[in-house]
């Protein structure tokens, strides 16, 4: 997979949100399409969002 980011992990990024969350922050979080990911990570992301 094409990393786009190279600064921190998603884990690091999941991390952060649920921290956000645990603060009583409201998280709003989406993903950006077009960026040499498969079909596969789409759905992966979708899961991921739905779940959360």
Known sequence: MFDV???H???DK???IR???KAG???CSGG???LGET???R???VINLRDD
């Open 19 to 21: 921290a956000a969350q």
């Open 9 to 11: 992990t998603y884990d």
């Open 14 to 16: 999941i991390a952060a």
């Open 32 to 34: 950006i399409i077009g």
């Open 5 to 7: 980011c190279t600064t």
């Open 25 to 27: 922050l409201t998280v």
């Open 43 to 45: 759905i992966d992301m």
């Open 39 to 41: 079909m596969e990570d």
